[in-house]
């Protein structure tokens, strides 16, 4: 199937200033295409316009303090490079976000929860000193609601032996595609079942088991029947089928993955500059002759202390390829023409209190192909052992944070009402919201077909900036973490 990229617009007058081995050298202050002559300011990327105690000279500046660029960072550092993040949060992690109860310390996480059993995850917890457990991989006995109406559903998904067996015939046509275990290293031309969407290659080979599970689990990926199978493959990797056969997967102990992160900043220190934002960049072209002690890369933020200029060797992008998301950045006509084809899902989850639900409820669509709901709507409402509901909602497109609010607090009233939830007229209360949109970035068969990964593949390295995170591989951050060092540290420490 299909996709039709939703492509955010960048002005005719933007590109035709640009060339190929030519980058804006100044920005206006807004994503590109957007800069507005009557209105435009500049700022200085030239350390003379700056004192000493304001310049931050670096081997490598990363952008974006995620799971992908915190690991980064503190890999680099393991080889004896220096680097400074820049995180827009005043916390590093981005969606590995953990709500702490004020009154008795509880903690829960939000966002990331669950890791594979691979040695990175396992060596990576360990050092930090942030203990893990394992829980099932497989949940039974859950209680379906169509959130429509906010009625119960008899509905019965796949037995978990039934699972099994279709997810080892999964295993099978997965081992194909070696070359996608790390990245979107396609072989031209793209096999043909790359392409073809969920729905369709189930039925195909008789997966039909797969596609409940698949749907409660690999949350954000939406309509996941829709999507081709190049990103369920991605998403549903062969690090997550290992969990399945091997009935559990791995969370923090205390149900706090920010404990991890509060330690990675910690190690990291002032080179951590949290609450901070790129207001512009200057990247000097690759093909242009450098010296082995030059660094061609400066980029000026805004921190919570004022404006530094970070004067680095390299750059680690580790935040969406989206271009409202890069105000600031000296992106190239090849940069801009590859981002602007990408499209994205919405994700999001909550914590509720004040709720009445007493268990925990996931969705499903009666009447729909394999009883999947449709979306935008609420994957799941779940209790936690403080009573506290917990949320998850996904989207086709990115959402305003308020309208995925009160769309939730909706589903939830018909919930109470038909299941004669009395709350003694006390309203449910948010207790922490999170959007992780833009989640899932995905391009067009056409795309695919064209070469679109190739292209983006030929980004890295190019002016000493190297790209990571979900956009380059999946929404799974132990995966990130294995990507991090079988392909991405390689490289840097070939520059640097």
Not at 289 to 316: F, H, N, W, Y
């Amino acid at each position: 199937m299909n996709w039709d990229s939703t492509c955010y617009s960048v002005k005719r007058s933007y590109l035709e200033t640009l060339s190929q081995n030519n980058v804006l050298r100044h920005c206006q202050g807004q994503y590109p295409g957007q800069s507005d002559p009557g209105h435009e300011y500049r700022f200085s990327t030239n350390p003379a316009d700056y004192s000493i105690t304001d310049i931050i000279e670096r081997d490598v500046a990363i952008i974006g303090g995620g799971s992908s660029g915190a690991y980064t960072a503190v890999r680099l550092c393991d080889f004896n490079k220096s680097v400074v993040v820049v995180e827009r949060k005043e916390t590093l992690g981005g969606h590995a976000e953990t709500y702490t109860n004020p009154f008795t310390g509880y903690t829960t996480d939000i966002g990331v929860v669950v890791f594979h059993h691979l040695p990175v995850v396992l060596d990576y917890f360990s050092r930090f000193d942030v203990p893990l457990v394992e829980i099932p991989s497989i949940s039974t006995n859950l209680t379906y609601i169509d959130f429509t109406t906010g009625q119960e559903v008899d509905f019965k998904p796949p037995t978990p032996s039934a699972f099994i067996t279709a997810l080892r015939t999964y295993l099978s046509h997965l081992d194909k595609y070696k070359y996608l275990d790390n990245g979107f290293n396609i072989t031209y031309p793209v096999d043909p079942d790359l392409l073809i969407s969920f729905k369709c290659f189930v039925e195909k080979y008789g997966l039909q088991d797969l596609v409940s599970q698949t749907f409660a689990v690999n949350q954000g990926y939406v309509p996941i029947l829709d999507i081709s199978m190049i990103y369920i493959f991605k998403y549903l990797n062969a690090n997550q089928v290992n969990d399945y056969l091997s009935g559990s997967t791995l969370t923090t102990a205390q149900h706090n993955i920010q404990g991890l992160y509060k330690r990675v900043a910690s190690f990291l220190g002032t080179d951590a500059l949290l609450d901070s934002k790129v207001l512009a960049m200057e990247r000097q072209s690759f093909d242009r002759e450098l010296k082995p002690d030059s660094s061609p890369i400066r980029i000026l933020v805004q921190t919570s202390t004022g404006r530094k200029l970070i004067i680095a060797k390299a750059m680690v992008c580790a935040i969406p390829p989206m271009l409202e998301g890069l105000t600031g950045f000296d992106l190239s006509k090849d940069e801009v023409t590859l981002f602007r084809r990408f499209s994205a899902n919405g994700y999001y989850t909550g914590l509720l209190n004040n709720t009445g639900l007493k268990e925990s409820i996931s969705a499903t669509g009666p009447g729909q192909d394999y009883n999947v709901p449709i979306l935008p709507g609420i994957y799941s409402m779940s209790v936690t052992p403080e009573g506290l509901t917990q949320v998850y909602y996904g989207s086709p497109s990115v959402l305003p944070e308020s309208e995925v609010k009160t769309e939730i607090l909706s589903t939830l009233k018909r919930v109470q009402q038909a299941r004669g939830i009395l709350t003694s007229g006390v309203e449910p209360d948010w207790l922490a919201f999170s959007s992780h949109s833009p989640f899932n970035l995905m391009i067009s068969n056409d795309e695919i077909r064209g070469g679109f990964y190739k292209n983006l593949e030929g980004l890295q390295g190019r002016r000493n900036t190297f790209y990571h995170g979900a956009a380059w591989d999946s929404q799974d951050s132990s995966q990130l973490w294995k990507l991090t060092d079988e392909y991405l540290l390689p490289k840097i420490l070939r520059l640097v």
